[in-house]
T-cell receptor, first 115, second 114 residues
Framework: DTEVTQTPKHLVMGMTNKKSLKCEQH?????MYWYKQKAKKPPELMFV???????INESVPSRFSPECPNSSLLNLHLHALQPEDSALYLC??????????????FGAGSRLTVL | KQEVTQIPAALSVPEGENLVLNCSFT??????LQWFRQDPGKGLTSLLL?????REQTSGRLNASLDKSSGRSTLYIAASQPGDSATYLC?????????????FGKGTMLLVSP
């Protein structure tokens, strides 16, 4: 298995809803990431987990809550979102190659629309 | 703070042309540089990764070069095809040994017409 799988592919939610995005990989990668991408913009880093511990939080509002239950799974819990949070949410995982470089593999993304 | 710039923002060429996409970055202290492809509404596909100690990488019709001291990279696409139409993103890597923090450029939107 050489993929990062994200579910759901599409999500529509109201501002009072609570929902979650899920990301899974079975490549043995020990770092996992959440990126946010607005239309016609580059991806922006939100969170990094390394060995199941939160290593980076790029000052993301608390209405986004990441969780890494185990080394294969990464969740993003969503609550009280705003319409401007509508975006493509990309998950990635990485391993450290022999050269020392961390090579990222991205999932197909979850398209979120907040009404 | 690292900034990545890609030129041109958009490019339209007829099939068969060779083309060059440019990427520049402000902080030369990078671990590596990656070129990605993104189709509309889709995730990112890694095309090439160049280590900071390397000068270039090749994969099929793609060749990427890196001049770390001047903060520049180019992606060369030979004999372009309509299937190459996509947005191409350049990203430079910082971070620690356990993970990588990528800073992306805004991308070059490529359209190859038959």
């Amino acid at each position: 298995d050489t993929e990062v799988t994200q579910t759901p592919k599409h999500l529509v939610m109201g501002m009072t809803n609570k929902k979650s995005l899920k990301c899974e990989q079975h490549m043995g990668h020990r770092a996992m990431y959440w990126y946010k991408q607005k239309a016609k913009k580059p991806p922006e880093l939100m969170f990094v987990y390394s060995y199941e511990k939160l290593s980076i939080n790029e000052s993301v509002p608390s209405r986004f809550s990441p969780e890494c239950p185990n080394s294969s799974l990464l969740n993003l819990h969503l609550h009280a979102l705003q319409p401007e949070d509508s975006a493509l949410y990309l998950c990635a995982s990485s391993y450290q190659g022999r050269s020392g470089a961390n090579v990222l593999t991205f999932g197909a993304g979850s398209r979120l629309t907040v009404l | 703070k690292q900034e990545v710039t890609q030129i041109p923002a958009a490019l339209s060429v007829p099939e068969g042309e060779n083309l060059v996409l440019n990427c520049s970055f402000t902080d030369s202290a990078i671990y590596n540089l990656q070129w990605f492809r993104q189709d509309p509404g889709k995730g990112l596909t890694s095309l090439l990764l160049i280590q900071s100690s390397q000068r270039e990488q090749t994969s099929g019709r793609l060749n990427a070069s890196l001049d770390k001291s001047s903060g520049r990279s180019t992606l060369y696409i030979a004999a372009s095809q309509p299937g190459d139409s996509a947005t191409y993103l350049c990203a430079v890597s910082g971070g620690s040994s356990g993970y990588s923090t990528l800073t992306f450029g805004k991308g070059t939107m490529l359209l190859v017409s038959p």
